[in-house]
């Protein structure tokens, strides 16, 4: 049974930093492509970033590029996304996600950018 767990999400105020983690289980981590996609209230769900079975791959949302860097720790079976020069508009719930078998979504970990 496939596992998500998020976490590292907060409140922080506009400008800051948060680093947001996702620790898999059930799958064969090290080998697949990992995303994180975020919710804001009364929006769609919508990419943010992804990142290849090595760190050497990564893609970008046009809203974040310059700003949040994607990675993973393929030993400790984790994900991250560290999130600097945070918005208010960047204030959404953030979901790891990953489209093995068929698909599978964290719970989600909310993230609130706000002075």
């Known amino acids: 049974q496939v596992q998500l767990v998020e976490s590292g999400g907060g409140l922080v105020q506009p400008g800051g930093s948060l680093r947001l983690s996702c620790a898999a289980a059930?799958?064969?981590?090290?080998?697949?492509?990992m995303n994180w996609f975020r919710q804001a209230p009364g929006k769609e769900r919508e990419f943010v970033a992804a990142?290849?079975?090595?760190?050497?791959?990564?893609n970008y949302a046009d809203s974040v590029k310059g700003r949040f860097s994607i990675s993973r720790d393929n030993v400790k079976n984790t994900m991250y996304l560290q999130m600097n020069s945070l918005k208010p508009e960047d204030t959404a719930v953030y979901y790891c996600?990953?489209?093995w078998g068929g698909g599978s979504w964290g719970q989600g970990t909310q993230v609130t950018v706000s002075s």
């Open positions: 990142v290849g079975s090595s760190n050497r791959r990564t």
């Open positions: 996600n990953t489209a």
């Open positions: 059930g799958l064969p981590f090290s080998i697949i492509v």
